[in-house]
């Protein structure tokens, strides 16, 4: 048996041998032979290594450009990628925006609505609004109507016409006496002059003494005019100025608690005036405080205590020399606690011409205003009829201080100076609200032009 590695070395051995052996000699044509061989075997050598180049090269590129292939596909793919990627963001976000429009027209729709809500509410509100304001304006106008009828009533109840006719007796006999010494004539310059210089002197003022001849020579001048056609002209004429100024004071209208100011000159008879409509207030079922704010004068103190006993109404008063502001605010205090309607307060007595008692009045108002801005509701002037010509200037003076709303004219019972009333009228835009002809409640009544006006010129008497 013969090892393989024997073999091996055999074979190695005769390589070795052959190789040692002399090459034999070649002939001409061998060796050109052996030449051609040899360049055909270089030449194909040559092809091939080109063809090797070729085929190299060519499998270069082929690698190239399957590699840039390669690349551009992976750019494809990651940009088609990147597209996806930006397409599910933009679906995304259409589909957000797309949520948030939906959600702001849910949220807008619903503000819509309750603003649609809000808007009937609104109507239905205002409607009803509306409504209950007509329906307070009518059961006003009724109950408006109901007191003018009850005021008219009242003051030309033919009693108290009678009375008043008497108080203003002087006043009209005056008129009458210059009338009938006119005596039945022409109404001419001469007899209108008369006429004018005769009303002057009943202080019904220049001014309505001029109206009153100026609107009779209109109609009647140059033509006979007797007494009695004079009077009744006078009375329309008259009346027509006072009509205006005729006015009823609603003291349960308005602000809770109404806070009624009164004031005048010393005498004129506020502190009687006061407990007189205390007492008509009381019968009308008000809740009433009365302020005793002439703190100067026991008297007054004690005389506005006796009527707010009369009426069972309770009186707030301090000890004589107190100070009146500070009595008017604790007033008012307690009635704001106590659900009053009505305070009314009574001031001291100060003539016109004294400044320091009109500072104290205007101190009085500042502290009533620093409780309620827009009291004090009313501020009603006492005047006394008696005092004449006087009482234009009261009525600037207290108009300036304390901003007088409205007046009341009394003692109309005992003078000669009532046609003073006409000549403020014409003067002063104030309504005026009641008239008094004595000393009792019934005496206090509400103004009324037509009969005053019949009242003063004697129509009638």
């Known amino acids: 048996m013969i090892l393989w590695f024997g073999k091996k070395k055999k074979k190695e051995e005769m390589k070795t041998a052959g190789a040692e052996m002399a090459s034999p000699e070649l002939s001409a044509e061998g060796l050109a032979a052996k030449e051609a061989a040899e360049a055909e075997a ?3 050598a040559a092809e091939k290594e080109e063809i090797e180049r070729i085929v190299a090269e060519a499998n270069k590129a082929w690698e190239e450009r399957q590699a840039r ?8 793919a990651k940009r088609l990628e990147e597209e996806a990627r930006r397409a599910e963001e933009a679906a995304a976000a ?13 949220e807008l729709a619903r503000k819509a609505r309750e603003e649609r809500a809000a808007q009937q509410a609104k109507a239905e509100a205002e409607l009803k609004l509306l409504a209950d304001r007509r329906e307070a304006e009518r059961l006003r106008a009724e109950a408006e109507a109901a007191a003018r009828a009850a005021m008219e009533a009242e003051a030309n109840n033919p009693g108290f016409v009678a009375k008043l006719g008497q108080g203003l007796s002087r006043s009209s006999s005056r008129l009458t006496e210059g009338l009938a010494a006119l005596g039945r004539r022409k109404l001419d310059d001469d007899t209108l002059e008369e006429l004018e210089d005769l009303l002057i002197a009943s202080d019904l003022g220049a001014k309505v003494a001029a109206r009153v001849a100026t609107n009779l020579s209109k109609e009647r001048f140059d033509k006979e005019i007797g007494e009695e056609e004079i009077r009744l002209a006078l009375a329309s004429e008259i009346s027509d100025v006072l009509k205006p100024r005729e006015k009823i004071v609603d003291f349960s209208d308005g602000t809770s608690p109404r806070i009624v100011l009164f004031v005048g000159v010393n005498g004129s008879g506020k502190t009687t005036t006061i407990g007189k409509i205390a007492s008509k207030l009381k019968e009308q079922g008000a809740k009433a405080l009365l302020v005793a704010g002439d703190t100067f004068r026991a008297a007054a103190i004690e005389q506005l205590t006796v009527w707010g006993d009369r009426a069972g109404i309770p009186v707030m008063s301090k000890p004589t020399g107190a100070d009146a502001a500070g009595l008017v605010y604790e007033a008012i205090e307690k009635a704001k606690a106590e659900d009053l309607d009505l305070v009314l307060i009574d001031t001291a007595g100060r003539l016109q011409n004294k400044a320091e008692l ?3 009045l205007e101190k009085v108002v500042r502290v009533i205003k620093k409780l309620d801005p827009t009291a004090p509701h009313d501020v009603i002037l006492v005047l006394d009829a008696t005092v004449g010509q006087n009482a ?9 201080t304390a901003g007088v709303t409205g007046l009341v004219m009394t003692k109309m019972d005992g003078t000669a100076k009532g046609g003073v009333l006409v000549a403020i009228a014409e003067a002063y835009d104030l309504p005026i609200h009641f008239i008094g002809i004595g000393e009792k409640a019934e005496d206090l009544r509400p103004f009324s032009a037509e009969a005053f006006s019949k009242a003063l010129v004697g129509v009638g008497a």
């Open 392 to 400: 234009l200037s009261q009525v600037e003076a207290f108009r300036n």
């Open 94 to 106: 259409a589909d957000a925006e797309e949520a948030a429009r939906l959600a702001e027209e849910a």
């Open 69 to 76: 292939e390669a690349e551009e596909a992976a750019a494809e």
């Open 358 to 360: 009109m500072a104290e």
């Open 42 to 44: 270089a030449k194909a």
